[in-house]
């Protein structure tokens, strides 16, 4: 579904992405790891054209996306949640889930704001409360069932289980098998090895823009020594 093929991206001069290349079948649940400032959100920002790769291809369903505008590429069906949550805090819930309607895809799960409610419970029960009265993990549940309601083919999630509490976070890991249950493909950012193990199929390990391991969990738990040099364990 998408393949990233030695993507350079720089901020300025700095040089963050070094020829990163992965695939993401459809379906699947990959995760990002790194430590801080290894360059997981500028790698969502470069498949999502919020930062113009300067060369690579970033190839989603067949079509180099490279260079389109974001809001292009949020229409072709990738859903993005940026690690800073994005709500209209002077709107009910339900009125920012309704601002996020799109049409829906014949190939991608269709969200109505009924089977999200379904979902974020805690949402539902609070669906005419203004934004600004929720919580950081509700927030961060809002931001994501705004973008389902885009109807996405693949949702890119920045450090969902960042700066969120702890039961909430055990939530939002049932949360992302259900939307892979129901066909949706995924990938996160984590720096939480625990969390990416639960919800993800894959890791692609990435330090300093470089790709250092892609494989398994089982593969990763076996390489101790990958997971000391790359990760904050
Ligand atoms: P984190 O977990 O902290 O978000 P990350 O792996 O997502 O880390 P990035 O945010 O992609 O890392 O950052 C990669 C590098 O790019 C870091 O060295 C960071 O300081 C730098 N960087 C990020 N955003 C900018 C920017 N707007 N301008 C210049 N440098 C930036």
Known sequence: MLEVSGLNSFYGKAHILNDLSFTVGRGEVVA???RNGAGKTTTMKSIMQLVHPKS???????KDIAGYSAHRVARMGIGYVPEERRIFTDLTILENLEVGRQKPREDAPVWTVDALFEIFPNLSERRNNRGKAMSGGEQQMLTIARTLMGNPKLLLLDEPSEGI???IV???AKTILRFKREGLTVVISEQNLHFAGIVADRAIIIESGVKKFDGSFSELEKSPEIRDAYLSV
Do not use: I, N
Request: glycine share 18%; aromatic share 6%; no cysteine.
């Open 32 to 34: 990002l790891l790194g």
């Open 56 to 62: 690579g291809a970033v190839t989603f369903e067949g």
């Open 165 to 167: 509490a702890p039961v």
């Open 170 to 172: 055990e939530q939002m």
